[in-house]
């Protein structure tokens, strides 16, 4: 037989302590005190439920700890319920995103027979304990959408004539892309150092966490194909674009040379890990990727497999190259640089992912393996599910406003140009708007809001005070430091800012 405790109500306080009898039958329902729960507009965040000890003293028969569980409790909003899995022994700890201010919750937990259950309520929370034998369940509110304030400049001066290694980043001309030529990308390693495609000087740059100094940890400043295995010190690259790491590898588009290298972090040495380096096209399908040909490869991104994903710039595709095999795939676009309408098999269905003939749109894979992408041109975001392979919207209703839609659904919003994506620890969205200079995020409840920029205006300035109320020139690339913060390519601009999480 088993115990039901109910809580029903809004994320809430007790307004004391109860003692309920134990009974065969379920032992009642404890209503909780509504209490208003502030948050940003927009803001999402999470109910954490925690199974914290279980004790055998005292348990009726011949009960041990695996019997003592919280074995089915489950959140329900409106038309959504959520459950966590059986657990026992020391415990189990599940998070419930996507709760809204102004919605009535119920949080069912149903317990073995066993003593009496208590009730009471802290300042942080709400404790339930189900006597002193069976298991105790912690439930607080935390955010699930990060918060962000200050701006300021994290590296570059906005003057790009090459000014040299061994500078602070903040003294470090950078030419990271301009309205014609490819930008640059970010990219974090393990240890908080940041790495740059210095696109226009042809190099990639390396800026060190502790010191905040710049080298180079790749090209020569002179336009080039470089060999096979060589010190990417040495080598010549031309136009180097999309960035990423993975362990001790960092990834590249080598763009002009139509080909994605591979540089290990280790050794310094550079080799090609797919296309075929100096030959711009389309082919090789199915086989190695080395085998391929592309045309002006763009932006990463990589699953949890390892496997990589990359904007097949001028051939207007998306393709994947497979950890496992090293084989090349199109898994979106036909060569036509048209949004394809909603449920469309992407595999065979057109694509707008590239600005020009060469800016390429950003890309990110999320925890489930759908594929998220920039159509810039087409200012939309959308989406590839892993399952289906079908096309959805993600943000973005197809019109070039420079704003418009903030605390609202992102499909309803305009979203002018989008260029870089990026994924938070919480899956939400963050979007760089080339064309109306701002940076936003879609959380998990598909709702759309700002995070740094001013809408419409092209220009430098605000350092030191709200990222909202700063001004951003053609933003593209970002990460996130090792603290949270957001790092942004702000690319006119020719500087990295840095957007302080709060």
Excluded at 112 to 136: E, M, P, W
Excluded at 347 to 372: E, L, Q
């Amino acid at each position: 037989m088993k115990h039901l405790l109910r809580l029903g109500g809004v994320i809430a306080l007790l307004a004391g302590c109860a003692l309920l009898p134990s009974a065969p039958t379920p032992i009642g329902r404890l209503s909780l005190i509504e209490q208003e729960v502030e948050r940003a507009p927009g803001q999402s965040a999470a109910l954490v439920v925690k199974a914290l000890r279980y004790q055998t003293q005292a348990v009726p028969g011949s009960w041990t700890s695996a019997d003592l569980t919280l074995s089915n409790a489950s959140l329900m909003a409106s038309s959504q319920s959520m459950t966590i899995p059986q657990a026992g022994g020391s415990g189990i700890a599940s998070s419930f995103t996507r709760l809204r201010p102004g919605s009535g919750y119920a949080l069912d937990v149903s317990l073995k027979d066993g003593a009496s259950v208590v009730a009471t309520g802290s300042a942080s929370g709400i404790t339930l304990a189900a006597g002193t034998n069976s298991v105790t369940v912690s439930m607080s509110l935390t955010s699930s959408k990060p918060t962000f304030g200050i701006i300021t400049t994290f590296a570059g001066t906005g003057t790009t004539n090459w000014n040299g290694d061994g500078l602070l980043a903040t003294a470090t001309n950078f030419w990271t892309g301009d309205s014609t030529f490819n930008f640059g990308a970010l990219a974090h390693d393990a240890s908080g150092n940041l790495y740059v495609t210095d696109t226009r000087n042809h190099r990639i740059r390396k800026i060190d966490a502790t010191t905040l100094t710049v080298s180079t940890i790749a090209g020569t400043g002179t336009i080039g194909n470089a060999a096979e295995d060589v010190l990417a010190t040495a080598a010549t690259l031309n136009y180097p674009t999309g960035l990423l790491i993975a362990g001790n590898s960092l990834y590249f588009s080598d763009s002009y040379n139509h080909a994605i290298k591979r540089i290990d972090l280790t050794t310094n040495r550079l080799k090609t890990y797919a296309g075929t380096p100096g030959t711009s096209g389309f082919s090789g399908d199915g086989g190695p990727a080395t085998s391929a040909k592309m045309s002006f490869p763009g932006c990463l991104a990589r699953d949890a497999s390892g496997s990589l994903y990359f904007i097949d710039g001028a051939n207007k595709r998306i393709r994947k190259v497979d950890a496992t095999t090293g084989d090349i795939t199109t898994i979106a676009g036909n060569g036509v640089a048209i949004s394809a309408s909603n449920g469309s098999i992407a595999s065979s269905s057109s694509v707008s992912v590239v600005y020009s003939t060469r800016t390429t749109s950003g890309i990110v894979v999320n925890a489930a393996g759908d594929v998220i992408f920039a159509e810039t041109p087409s200012n939309k975001v959308r989406k590839i599910d892993h399952a289906t392979g079908r096309l959805s919207t993600v943000a973005g209703n197809g019109s070039a406003g420079t704003s418009g839609g903030d605390g609202g659904p992102a499909t309803s919003a305009g979203v002018y140009n989008p260029l870089g994506l990026l994924l938070d620890e919480y899956e939400n969205l963050y979007i760089s708007s080339y064309g109306s200079h701002t940076i936003r995020v879609v959380d998990r409840d598909g709702i759309i809001s700002a995070v740094a920029g001013t809408a419409g205006r092209a220009k430098f300035g605000g350092d030191g005070a709200a990222a909202t109320l700063a001004f951003l020139n053609n933003p593209a690339s970002m990460t996130f430091d090792p603290l949270g913060n957001l790092l942004v390519l702000d690319g006119m601009n020719y500087r990295i800012r840095k957007v302080a999480r709060q």
